[in-house]
C-alpha cells in the first residue's frame, strides 16, 4: 500500500475543514478526488504532503514518499527550463532529466528562461518536475489548469505510465482523464459539520 489515510481530520488557519476522511492508495492505483469548490481538495492534499499538519488522524507512507503540485508552478523564472529541471533533479538526487523533457515535449524550451514561457508552457514545466522526485506518491491539485488537449493528454499518459511503474496519485481534478486503474472519492461527506472557529465565514474556507 503506497499511502493510507484513517480518520483524518484537517484544517485551513484556524477552521476544521474535513473530518474522518479515510481511504487507501494502492501501487498502481489512482484516487481522483471530487468535491465542490470550496469543499477542501486543497487542504486534503496540503495535509497528506505534510504542509499543514492534520488536528486528528493518521497519513501513511514511506519517508519522502509524496511529491506534491499545486496551483502555484514552482519555477525560478530567471532559470531556463534546462535548468529549472536540472535544479529539481538536483534537489531529489536525480539526475536524468530526459524522460521529463520527452514525456511534455520540452524540448524546443530548453533554453527558454521560465519568466518568458506561456502559463501553459509553465506548466508543463511544472508538471515534469514531478517526473524528476523519483517519489512513488503524487498529490496533485488541479494539475491540468493551462493546458490544452494535447497536453492534458501527455500529462494523462505521463500518470499511466508512473502507475504503470508501480507509483500512485491521488489527484484533484474535475477532468475525465482516462486514468486505468482510477477510483473516485466524493469528500463532500467528509466536510466538517462543525467549524472550529469564530469567524462566521470560516466555513466557506477549503
Not at 521529463?100 to 514545466?125: C, N
Request: hydrophobic content about 45%; some cysteine; overall charge neutral.
Amino acid at each position: 500500500m503506497n499511502l493510507r489515510v484513517t480518520d483524518l481530520a484537517c484544517a485551513r488557519g484556524p477552521a476544521q475543514i474535513l473530518a474522518g476522511v479515510t481511504f487507501s492508495v494502492a501501487a498502481g492505483q489512482a484516487l481522483i478526488l471530487r468535491g465542490p469548490n470550496g469543499s477542501g481538495k486543497t487542504t486534503l492534499l496540503r495535509t497528506l504532503a505534510g504542509l499543514t499538519p492534520p488536528i486528528t488522524g493518521r497519513v501513511e507512507a514511506d519517508p519522502d514518499a509524496i511529491a506534491y503540485a499545486s496551483h502555484a508552478d514552482g519555477l525560478k523564472a530567471q532559470l531556463t527550463v534546462a535548468e529549472n529541471l536540472a535544479f529539481w533533479a538536483g534537489v531529489f538526487g536525480m539526475r536524468d532529466t530526459a524522460p521529463a523533457i520527452e514525456a511534455f515535449h520540452l524540448g524546443p524550451l530548453l533554453d527558454r528562461r521560465a519568466g518568458e514561457m506561456s502559463a501553459g508552457q509553465k506548466r508543463r514545466l511544472s508538471l515534469a518536475r514531478l517526473l524528476v522526485s523519483g517519489r512513488p506518491v503524487w498529490c496533485l491539485d488541479e494539475p491540468t489548469v493551462s493546458l490544452d488537449a494535447e497536453n492534458v493528454a501527455r500529462f494523462a499518459a505521463a500518470v499511466t505510465a508512473h502507475l504503470a511503474d508501480g507509483g500512485s496519485a491521488v489527484i484533484a481534478t474535475h477532468i475525465d482523464l482516462g486514468l486505468p486503474e482510477a477510483t473516485t472519492l466524493d469528500i463532500t461527506p467528509f466536510v466538517a459539520k462543525q467549524i472550529r472557529s469564530d469567524d462566521p465565514f470560516a466555513e466557506r474556507m477549503g
